[in-house]
């Protein structure tokens, strides 16, 4: 009870209604102290987008690349290609529905918000497209030469900026989400967006059971064999994930599932499903994407543009590969695209923040369960081109 009583999604519903609360009784003269401590915050959390996207892009190529292999390249390829696809089904789906949700979009009777106090500006080491080039640069490079060095580097690196994450980041947001929405309910807006946020969620949800019904569909035609098979075993998994919201801390209840199945190959599971863990995201993908068209709506009245959102998807399932294992990691390893692509706001990443990660647990599942599909594809891979059992269990050991 204590433990989910402490988790972030708690602490973000708490810091989104204390936040609401006192938006409705502060005075003017201490909406401005609010402001102010919402602007250094952000300040705070925008420096720190290059340092992660570097932390964990570049690693994670550098990883994948030095036991590249006929499998490894054919699942790293399966699971860009299931988020992508995800997020562009998402992306459909939010200009088939978004314009026909009661969704406010005008200003009009708002209160202003007064200014900050004093402006204490945090300026970020380089752009985000500069970590993303200098990240995939690095961490291709320090693969092809077999720097060892480089790559140590690389994993120190990633350890520094996930504890600066964790220590300093997660625990600051849900201050940081509660100025927001502070600032929100004494302007007037968020009280005509709260049936909106219910209706994105359920949809959201709805998107997961579609994406994941496709994958195990497509995953049965090209392996050949009954993907029930698979999914039937997959109903502890999910609700781990739903309750832990971490696809690391489902990984022995997803292996001992996976390995029930009679039609998965033993070494593919022992091979596939750690990997798949980490580096296949679809459902966070696709809730991220739907999120993110839903608030452009909100809060700057209308959707992003079609090249606008064809650029952020291809550039968010990269993102998803090298994402951190902590809730919410997806958003949070995005957080430059989020800025940097569709030029979103203090105001605009922080309701990101808040609503992603209140339902971060369901996205989870979605990943975990769709292992599973892409699990039986490699099985399936492995058939075709003859790879024997003993060759995957000689890569297993050389990646160990």
């Not at 949809?203 to 995953?219: D, N, Q, S, T």
Request: with cysteine; glycine share 8%.
């Amino acid at each position: 009870m204590k433990k989910f009583l402490t988790s972030l999604p708690v602490r973000l519903l708490l810091g989104i209604i204390v936040g609401i609360i006192l938006g409705q009784l502060l005075p003017f003269g201490a909406m401005k102290v609010v402001v102010t401590l919402q602007y250094i915050m952000g300040q705070l959390i925008t420096f720190c987008v290059p340092l992660i996207i570097i932390g964990f892009i570049a690693p994670s190529i550098t990883r994948l690349g030095k036991n590249a292999s006929r499998l490894l390249i054919f699942a790293v390829i399966i699971a860009y290609v299931s988020s992508i696809c995800a997020a562009f089904m998402s992306t459909g789906a939010g200009y088939a529905l978004i314009p026909h949700l009661s969704i406010a979009t005008d200003v009009e009777g708002l209160k202003e918000l007064p200014g900050v106090v004093f402006e204490l500006t945090i300026p970020q080491i380089m752009t985000v497209m500069s970590a993303l080039v200098l990240s995939v640069l690095v961490g291709l490079s320090a693969a092809w030469t077999k720097s060892t060095l480089t790559a140590s580097l690389l994993e120190e690196f990633q350890n520094i900026v996930l504890k600066i994450v964790s220590k300093i980041i997660i625990p600051v947001l849900p201050f940081y989400i509660a100025a927001t929405f502070c600032n929100l309910s004494y302007e007037g807006s968020i009280t005509h967006q709260l049936p909106a946020f219910l209706q994105i969620i359920l949809i959201v949800m709805l998107g997961h059971y579609i994406w994941l019904a496709v994958l195990y569909i497509i995953a049965g035609v090209y392996s050949g064999k009954n993907p029930l098979e698979v999914l039937r075993h997959y109903g502890p998994a999910y609700l781990t994930a739903v309750g832990t919201m971490s696809s690391a801390a489902t990984l022995a209840v997803a292996l001992n599932g996976a390995r029930k199945s009679k039609v998965l190959r033993q070494d593919m599971v022992s091979f596939g499903v750690p990997l798949f863990a980490n580096i296949h995201l679809c459902g966070s993908v696709l809730t991220e994407v739907f999120f993110c068209m839903a608030i452009s709506k909100m809060l700057y009245g209308s959707l992003p543009s079609f090249g606008t959102m064809v650029l952020f998807c291809l550039l968010l399932g990269i993102f998803a590969i090298g994402a951190p294992g902590v809730p919410g990691g997806t958003v949070m390893a995005s957080l430059g695209l989020i800025t940097g692509v569709l030029g979103f706001d203090d105001a605009g990443t922080a309701l990101m923040l808040a609503i992603f990660a209140l339902q971060d647990s369901f996205g989870t599942a979605c990943n975990v369960t769709g292992d599973g599909a892409l699990t039986l594809m490699l099985t399936g891979f492995a058939e075709k081109h003859n790879i024997l059992p003993e060759e995957v269990a000689a890569q297993t050991e050389s990646e160990a």
